[in-house]
C-alpha cells in the first residue's frame, strides 16, 4: 500500500513538473515580452553581420560544418530562435536529445550521494529555446543530463569540485548548455566560450534569455564574473596574455578540439597548457586524424598534469581526459568527501 501511494505521487508530480515547464513555454512562445523581441531583434542583426560563413571553411571539422552554419543562418532569419532547440541543425549538432545512453547516465547521477542536494536542482531545464524533454526524467532534458555526467565524472577523477575554479575556458560551446550547469552548480567566475561566429551569437541569444551575465570584451577581464563568447583568435589571446594567473582554471572541450583541424588546435592548445585542470572527451578517430595517439602524445608532453583517461564504455569508441596540475591547485579547491 505504501508503495502504491508513493508511485502515485511520483506521478502526480511528475504531471506538476511537465504542467509547469509547459505553461512556461507556452507563455515565452505566445507572449514575447519586450526583452525576448530584443534578443531576438539583437541575434538577427548580429547574423547579418556574419562574414561570408565560406571565409571560415579553414576552421571547420569538414564541410558538412559549412551546411550547418548556412542553415541555422536561415533559420535564425526565417524562423521563431524562441524554438531554436527543435531545429535539425540545433538537434542534429549539439543537443544530446534522447539517445540511449542517456538512462546509464541519469542513474549514475541519481547513485551519487550528493543527487538530492545538488544535481536535481541544477538539471532542471529551462524552458528557454523549447528544448525537448527527457521521457524518463521530464524535469531535464538528455542534453542538460550528459552534461552533468561530465562533470560528474571529472569530480570523480581528479576530486576537484567544478564550481570552486574561477576561470573557465571552453572550446566549442555548443548553444551554452555547459556555460549554464556550470553557473547552475555555483560558479561565480568568468567564464569564455570560444566557437565559431554564428554558434557565439547563438550562445549569447541563449545565455542572456535565461538570466546570465554576458559580457563584452572590453569588460570581461574587469569583472569578477561573467561570460564571454568569442570568435576572434586575436581577442582571445589578447585576454590570455592579460590574465596570466591561471591557478583555479578549467578547460573543456567536449568533443570539440578532437574535430578541429591539426592547425586548428595548434592555435588554441599552447594557450591553455597552464591551466589547473582538463576536462575533455574525444572521438578514438575524427576525420582521419587518429585521437588516441595524438592526446597521449600530448599528455606525455605535458608531464606536470596528472592524468586520467578512460574510455567511456556506454559511448563506443569515445574517451575522456580529465587532468589536474597538481602544483597550481590549493587545497581549499579539493572536494572533501565526508
Known amino acids: 500500500m505504501v508503495k502504491?501511494?508513493?508511485?502515485?505521487?511520483?506521478?502526480?508530480?511528475?504531471?506538476?513538473?511537465?504542467r509547469k515547464f509547459i505553461n512556461a513555454v507556452l507563455r515565452n512562445l505566445l507572449l514575447p515580452s519586450i526583452q525576448q523581441k530584443e534578443y531576438i531583434s539583437e541575434l538577427r542583426t548580429t547574423f547579418r553581420k556574419i562574414p561570408p560563413l565560406e571565409s571560415a571553411k579553414e576552421l571547420l571539422p569538414d564541410i558538412a560544418w559549412l551546411s550547418h552554419m548556412n542553415a541555422l543562418k536561415d533559420n535564425v532569419a526565417n524562423r521563431d530562435p524562441r524554438r531554436f532547440l527543435r531545429w535539425d541543425v540545433i538537434t542534429g549538432t549539439m543537443f544530446t536529445g534522447n539517445a540511449p545512453?542517456?538512462?546509464?547516465?541519469?542513474?549514475y547521477l541519481k547513485n551519487h550521494a550528493d543527487w538530492n542536494m545538488r544535481w536535481t536542482s541544477v538539471i532542471e531545464e529551462s524552458s528557454?529555446?523549447?528544448?525537448v524533454l527527457c521521457?524518463?526524467?521530464p524535469q531535464s532534458s538528455g542534453n542538460l543530463i550528459h552534461n552533468a555526467y561530465h562533470v560528474a565524472q571529472f569530480e570523480e577523477k581528479t576530486e576537484i569540485k567544478i564550481h570552486n575554479m574561477d576561470y573557465v575556458f571552453e572550446f566549442g560551446g555548443g548553444y551554452g548548455s555547459m556555460c549554464r550547469l556550470l553557473f547552475n552548480l555555483g560558479f561565480?567566475?568568468?567564464y569564455i566560450i570560444f566557437d565559431l561566429h554564428p554558434f557565439s551569437a547563438l550562445q549569447k541569444y541563449f545565455l542572456k534569455n535565461i538570466g546570465l551575465p554576458v559580457l563584452s570584451s572590453n569588460t570581461f577581464n574587469k569583472q569578477e564574473t561573467g561570460i564571454l563568447c568569442l570568435s576572434d583568435i586575436r581577442e582571445l589571446k589578447a585576454l590570455f596574455a592579460e590574465?596570466?594567473?591561471k591557478s583555479k582554471s578549467v578547460f573543456i572541450a567536449t568533443w570539440s578540439i578532437s574535430e578541429s583541424p591539426i592547425s586548428v588546435r595548434e592555435l588554441i592548445l599552447p594557450h591553455i597548457i597552464d591551466f589547473s585542470s582538463f576536462l575533455i572527451a574525444y572521438q578514438d578517430i575524427f576525420g582521419g586524424t587518429n585521437n588516441l595517439d595524438y592526446f597521449r602524445n600530448w599528455q606525455n608532453a605535458h608531464t606536470d598534469v596528472t592524468w586520467h583517461s578512460?574510455?567511456?564504455e556506454h559511448i563506443p569508441g569515445n574517451n575522456y581526459l580529465f587532468g589536474a596540475n597538481l602544483n597550481n591547485i590549493t587545497n581549499e579547491f579539493y572536494d572533501r568527501r565526508q
Open 128 to 131: 528557454v529555446g523549447h528544448p
Open 188 to 190: 561565480k567566475g568568468r
Open 4 to 18: 502504491y501511494k508513493q508511485l502515485i505521487e511520483s506521478v502526480f508530480l511528475r504531471i506538476l513538473l511537465i
Open 101 to 107: 545512453y542517456i538512462s546509464t547516465e541519469l542513474n
Open 135 to 137: 521521457p524518463f526524467y
Open 243 to 245: 590574465n596570466k594567473e
Open 310 to 312: 578512460s574510455k567511456i
